[in-house]
């Protein structure tokens, strides 16, 4: 920020405070939204069981299929969480490096 113009270096301190904040809304948002994509899908695969009856047996695998693909999901963004977690505690705590 000191190589910035004087003039700028206030609107800049200010947007990078918002940053700081915004971050782990951000974070969150990302986080819920992959939560609510994946049971979405397997709510949706559950009501084509639900009317298929007994001849369900294809809905059935893929719901468990999907099922599988949501636990490697949730330890893709455990993973990413902790990341960026990491990450942002880095620069709050270090900001010149």
């Known amino acids: 920020m000191s190589a910035a113009p004087l003039a700028l270096r206030p609107v800049l301190a200010v947007i990078e ?17 992959n939560m609510m994509a994946g049971h979405a899908v397997i709510k949706v695969f559950a009501g084509f069981a639900g009317v298929m009856g007994v001849g369900a047996v294809l809905p059935v695998v893929a719901i468990s299929a999907v099922y599988a693909l949501e636990v490697l999901v949730s330890f893709v963004q455990a993973y990413v969480f902790t990341i960026l977690t990491c990450v942002y505690l880095k620069d709050a705590l270090h900001p010149h490096h």
């Open 17 to 33: 405070v918002m940053s700081y904040f915004v971050r782990p809304i951000s974070h969150s948002i990302r986080l819920a939204g």
